[in-house]
Nanobody, 127 residues
Framework: QVQLVDSGGGLVQAGGSLRLSCVPS????????AGWFRQAPGKEREFVAA????????YYAESVKGRFTISRDNAKNTVYLQMNSLKPEDTAVYFC????????????????????WGQGTQVTVSS
């Protein structure tokens, strides 16, 4: 079992930046693929970004390409989501997710593909 703790959310003005972090509460997850999803009020959870266990490949939703960057530091056992040029429509609860099965390339956008989830961290972007 891998329990994830995501953090770093907050209130920021449009155009600002935040960096989210995801850390497992126990054991390393350097061999796990990881992703970030978000859920706005009244909407379904949607894919944001994903990264392979090695960090060699990354994937992004079209809505965040060029603004968000997913990365990982396996020595620190941490996955990050750097969010720049934030917009009010980025307001949501952001969830870290991880999996050690399958091929990320074919499944990165599917929430059902991920076995483990964080509790979520609120990001609010004011206009």
């Amino acid at each position: 079992q891998v329990q994830l703790v995501d953090s770093g959310g907050g209130l920021v003005q449009a155009g600002g930046s935040l960096r989210l972090s995801c850390v497992p509460s126990r054991r390393t997850f350097s061999s796990y693929h990881a992703g970030w999803f978000r859920q706005a009020p009244g909407k379904e959870r949607e894919f944001v970004a994903a990264i392979t266990w090695s960090g060699g490949s990354t994937y992004y939703a079209e809505s965040v390409k060029g603004r968000f960057t997913i990365s990982r530091d396996n020595a620190k056992n941490t996955v990050y989501l750097q969010m720049n040029s934030l917009k009010p429509e980025d307001t949501a609860v952001y969830f870290c997710a991880a999996t050690n099965s399958g091929t990320l390339r074919d499944n990165y956008y599917r929430s059902a593909y991920y076995n483990y989830w964080g509790q979520g961290t609120q990001v609010t972007v004011s206009s």
